[in-house]
C-alpha cells in the first residue's frame, strides 16, 4: 500500500499592488502649462509697473517716445495675458462655448496680436536709429514734439491691425466635432495645406522672419552710434531689440518647420506630432520670459530709471558721487586756501584704489608747516587780488 505524501497546500504568493490608474493625464499637464504661464506672467506686471513707475517720475524721460513705445509694448503684453488666460479658463479640450462673433473676435486678437509687437519693435529701432544717429543731436529735440510720431505709429498700427483682421475674420468658424464645438480657422472645405500656409504666414513669417530682416540695417546703424554714454536710451532700445529676437528664435524655427512640414504634404506620425506640439508650447513659454527681461534690461542700462527705484537719500548719495572734486574752505586760515578734498574718477572706486592711486590730502587742522617761501607767495597772492 502506497503512502501518499501529503503535504498542507502553499498559501497563495502576495500580488504586487497595482499601479494607480490615471485616468486624465491631459488634466496634469494642462495644470503644470497654467501655474508656468501664471508665473511668468505675474512676474512680466510686477517688472513692468516698476518700469512704468520709474519713467513716469522722471520729467525727462517721460516725453521720450522710446519709452513710450516700450509702454506700449507692456499694454500689448496685457492683451496677450487675458486671451492666454481666456484660452485657460475654456480647459483642456478649448471646446467652444460662445458665438461666431466672439470667435471672429477671438482669432483676430490671437493672430494679430503677435504680429502687431514684433512691428512695434521694428518701429521702435527703425525711430531710434534715424533720430539718435544724426549728428547735431539735441535733448531739445528729443523732447520738442513726442506726440506727433506717436500719434503717426498708432495710426501704421491701426491700419496694419485692419489689414490683417480681415482675411482671420473671414477664416474664423466654428467646427463641430465629436459634438462638440471649437474656434478653428477653416479655409475652403477644410484642406489641411491651405490652413497651414495661412499659419505659416500670420505666426511664423509676419510675426518673426520679417520683422527680424527688416530690423538688421537699423540694428547695425543703432551699433555705429558713437554718443550712447550721452544717451543711455540708445543702449536699452539695442538690448530690447536684440533681446526679442534672441527669446523668439526658437519658437519662430519650429512654427515654421512644423507648418511648412504640413504645407508641403509631408505627413508625421502621432507621436512626433505631439513632441512637435509639446516644443512649440515650452518654446512659447521661453519667449514669454522677454516680457520680463525687457523692462529689468530698460532699468539697468539707464541709470537715471535705475536711482529713480531707490530712496530719495540713496538717489542724491549716488549723485553726489558723480562730482569730480569738492572744495572746503579753511577756516583757521587767513589766507581761504581751496582745498580738494576728494577726487573721483569713475562712478565707484574702491578705497583700497584710491589710498593707492590717488592719496586723498588731510583736512586744514593736520596740514604740515608751510614753507617762508610759499607763504610769501600766497600773500602777495592775496594782496593783488585786494587790489584788483
Request: overall charge negative.
Amino acid at each position: 500500500m502506497e503512502v501518499e505524501n501529503s503535504q498542507p497546500p502553499r498559501p497563495p504568493e502576495p500580488q504586487p499592488p497595482k499601479p494607480p490608474e490615471v485616468t486624465d493625464t491631459s488634466t496634469l499637464g494642462g495644470f503644470v502649462w497654467v501655474v508656468l504661464f501664471g508665473l511668468v506672467m505675474v512676474l512680466s506686471i510686477l517688472a513692468n509697473l516698476l518700469f512704468v513707475t520709474s519713467v513716469l517720475s522722471k520729467k525727462k524721460k517721460r516725453h521720450l517716445v522710446v519709452y513710450l513705445l516700450l509702454m506700449g509694448l507692456f499694454g500689448l503684453n496685457l492683451i496677450d495675458y487675458s486671451l492666454l488666460s481666456f484660452e485657460f479658463s475654456l480647459g483642456i479640450e478649448h471646446s467652444w462655448p460662445h458665438g461666431d462673433k466672439l470667435c471672429a473676435l477671438y482669432q483676430i486678437a490671437s493672430k494679430g496680436n503677435p504680429i502687431i509687437q514684433a512691428f512695434v519693435v521694428v518701429i521702435l529701432v527703425t525711430y531710434t536709429a534715424s533720430t539718435y544717429g544724426k549728428i547735431n543731436l539735441t535733448s531739445t529735440t528729443l523732447r520738442s514734439k513726442p506726440l506727433m510720431p506717436m500719434i503717426s505709429f498708432a495710426c501704421i498700427l491701426l491700419v496694419a491691425y485692419g489689414v490683417l483682421a480681415v482675411p482671420t475674420a473671414f477664416f474664423a468658424k466654428i467646427v463641430h466635432v465629436n459634438e462638440k464645438n471649437y474656434c478653428e480657422i477653416e479655409i475652403g472645405n477644410g484642406h489641411q495645406r491651405e490652413i497651414s500656409i495661412y499659419y505659416l504666414i500670420y505666426s511664423a513669417i509676419l510675426s518673426y522672419w520679417l520683422p527680424l530682416m527688416l530690423s538688421i540695417i537699423p540694428l547695425c546703424r543703432l551699433a555705429k552710434v558713437t554718443n550712447c554714454d550721452k544717451y543711455p536710451e540708445v543702449t536699452v532700445v539695442l538690448a530690447t531689440v536684440s533681446s526679442f529676437f534672441i527669446f523668439y528664435f526658437l519658437h519662430g524655427c519650429i512654427v515654421a518647420v512644423r507648418h511648412s512640414l504640413d504645407a508641403m504634404g509631408i505627413h508625421l506620425d502621432t507621436h512626433n506630432s505631439w513632441m512637435i506640439k509639446v516644443a512649440q508650447s515650452l518654446l512659447w513659454l521661453v519667449a514669454y520670459f522677454w516680457h520680463v527681461t525687457r523692462p529689468l534690461l530698460a532699468l539697468l542700462m539707464d541709470n537715471d530709471l535705475k536711482f529713480g527705484c531707490v530712496s530719495p537719500a540713496s538717489s542724491s548719495h549716488h549723485a553726489t558721487e558723480y562730482n569730480l572734486v569738492q572744495l572746503s574752505s579753511s577756516n583757521s586760515s587767513k589766507k581761504n586756501n581751496l582745498l580738494p578734498q576728494r577726487v573721483m574718477l569713475a562712478h565707484r572706486v574702491n578705497e583700497s584704489s584710491i589710498s593707492e592711486e590717488v592719496k586723498p590730502i588731510n583736512e586744514p587742522s593736520g596740514l604740515e608747516p608751510m614753507m617762508e617761501e610759499d607763504i610769501e607767495s600766497s600773500e602777495e597772492h592775496s594782496t593783488i587780488n585786494h587790489i584788483v
